[in-house]
Each structure stands twice: as structure tokens, then as C-alpha cells.
């Protein structure tokens, strides 16, 4: 059974920061790119950042320079640190999973991250 278990989402206010974490079983981890998400209330789900196997990584242009995505995969762990939070970082946050030899992904359940201004 595969599982992708986000945590670490809250509230908190405009300036601040906070780590999202994400634990993967029953996937080869390392084989994976992983991904973070986002999803604010009535807007499409957009992807936050990348990392791949090798260790690329891609962020979107809103969050570069403020957020950092990292892998361990002797953890089976995907973090996303998030500095300097803005009321727009609001919504859910969802772990993604996908392989880099098969056509196979995986979705977490995502957490909520609340910045208040």
C-alpha cells in the first residue's frame, strides 16, 4: 500500500515561515521525483517545487528565492521550508510522487497552511 503522509502545516502570520514534511511508504523513494503542490480555495492546483532523483530542482516563480524544497531518502523524506510566508502561500499543501521509470504517480492528503496578514 502505498502512502504519502504530509505534516507540519498551521497557521501562521505573513513574514514568518514554516517545514512541511513527507513520508513515503511503499514506493522506491529514491526512484522518484517528488513534488510539492499547493491549492488555494477556488484557484487550480499549482505546482509549488520539484526535486528530482539526481537532486534537481525546480521551484515556481512565486516562492523562489523564499521557499526550499530537499529530499532524504535514506529517510524516504520530502521537506518543503518555507520563509518569508505571504497571505497568497494560503491553501492546501499536497506531497506528489512520481516515478521515473514507470508511468506511475501518487497524491498525499495534503495540509493546510494558513498566513494571516
Known amino acids: 500500500q502505498v502512502q504519502l503522509v504530509e505534516s507540519g502545516g498551521g497557521l501562521v502570520q505573513a513574514g514568518g515561515f514554516l517545514r512541511l514534511s513527507c513520508v513515503a511508504s511503499g514506493i522506491d523513494f529514491s526512484t522518484h521525483t517528488m513534488a510539492w503542490y499547493r491549492q488555494a480555495p477556488g484557484k487550480q492546483r499549482e505546482l509549488v517545487a520539484h526535486?528530482?532523483?539526481?537532486?534537481?530542482?525546480n521551484n515556481a516563480d512565486s516562492v523562489e528565492g523564499r521557499f526550499t524544497i530537499s529530499r532524504d531518502n535514506a529517510k524516504n523524506t520530502v521537506t518543503l521550508q518555507m520563509n518569508s510566508l505571504k497571505t497568497d502561500d494560503t491553501g492546501v499543501y499536497y506531497c506528489?510522487?512520481?516515478?521515473?521509470?514507470?508511468?506511475?504517480?501518487?497524491w498525499g492528503q495534503g495540509t493546510q497552511v494558513t498566513v494571516s496578514s
Open positions: 526535486i528530482t532523483r539526481d537532486g534537481t530542482i
Open positions: 506528489y510522487a512520481a516515478s521515473e521509470y514507470y508511468p506511475r504517480d501518487y
